[in-house]
């Protein structure tokens, strides 16, 4: 079982930058595939970023490649997603989830989340 909160949420204007924290329970952290989902008013989840158990190999989905950057610190049981050039289409609760194995961009198969956090990017 592993629980996952998140935190770095917020409000800032376009083209700015903004940070999320995803702090996990369990001492087996290096063992999960992490992933940032989000989704916005009206809108399904979809898919953002993922991150391998070690940190070494990621994946990003078209919408925020070369934007974002998912990274993670397994001595802190945390991931993060330090997004930059912020544009309004990025408004959405941002999730992150954990999965074992192997990495996926669908959120059908992550069996652990957490609460979401609100970015709101406006003009």
């Known amino acids: 079982q592993v629980q996952l909160v998140e935190s770095g949420g917020g409000l800032v204007q376009a083209g700015a930058s903004l940070r999320l924290s995803c702090s996990a329970s369990g001492r087996t952290f290096s063992y999960y595939v992490m992933g940032w989902f989000r989704q916005a008013p009206g809108k399904e989840r979809e898919f953002a970023a993922t991150i391998s158990g070690g940190g070494t190999s990621t994946y990003y989905a078209d919408s925020v490649q070369g934007r974002f950057t998912i990274s993670r610190d397994n001595a802190k049981n945390t991931i993060y997603l330090q997004m930059n050039s912020l544009k309004l289409e990025d408004t959405a609760v941002y999730y992150c989830?954990?999965?074992?194995?192997?990495?996926?961009?669908?959120?059908?198969?992550?069996?652990?989340w957490g609460q979401g956090t609100q970015v709101t990017v406006s003009s």
């Open positions: 989830a954990s999965r074992v194995y192997y990495r996926s961009t669908n959120a059908q198969e992550y069996p652990y």
